[in-house]
């Protein structure tokens, strides 16, 4: 039994890790956007 408990909780701890990973992309990636629109414009 203790081999699988620890087995969940590697699983758990990389779908934080990715989700995590994620949202720290959308940021990046929208304040880029935001920048690059900025230039753009000229605003």
Do not use: D, E, Q, S
Request: glycine share 4%; charged share 20%.
């Amino acid at each position: 039994m203790r081999p699988r408990t620890n087995c969940l909780r590697v699983i758990r701890n990389v779908w934080h890790f990715y989700y995590a990973l994620r949202l720290v992309f959308k940021v990046v990636c929208g304040r880029l956007l935001y920048c690059v629109a900025h230039r753009i414009t000229g605003r």
